[in-house]
């Protein structure tokens, strides 16, 4: 049974940071390349950021590059989001997800408040 499951999230004011992270288990994460999402109410889920299975390649949307950051412990069979500079417009519910096969995390609520 594959379960991803998502920490961190919570309330910090405009300019603040948290740091995500995502436990994976019932695959082999080692192998899976991995995506956070986000979701604010009334809006398409969109892809903020995405990292290969050994960690060497990674993407960020325009929106979050410069202040996010992306990474995994595959010992830990874990990935992260390091979210920096954080602005009321991040706030969303934020999903880890695997590319393949497409399982998602139940999400973890992130509110930046101004």
């Known amino acids: 049974q594959v379960q991803l499951v998502e920490s961190g999230g919570g309330l910090v004011q405009a300019g603040g940071s948290l740091r995500l992270s995502c436990a994976a288990s019932?695959?082999?994460?080692?192998?899976?390349?991995m995506d956070w999402y986000r979701q604010a109410p009334g809006k398409q889920r969109e892809l903020v950021a995405r990292?290969?299975?050994?960690?060497?390649?990674?993407y960020y949307a325009e929106s979050v590059k410069g202040r996010f950051t992306i990474s995994r412990d595959n010992a830990k069979n874990t990935v992260y989001l390091q979210m920096n500079s954080l602005k009321v417009e991040d706030t969303a519910v934020y999903f880890c997800k695997t590319v393949a096969y497409g399982y998602w995390g139940q999400g973890t609520q992130v509110t930046v408040s101004s």
């Open positions: 019932g695959i082999i994460f080692s192998i899976n390349t």
């Open positions: 990292i290969t299975s050994s960690g060497s390649a990674v």
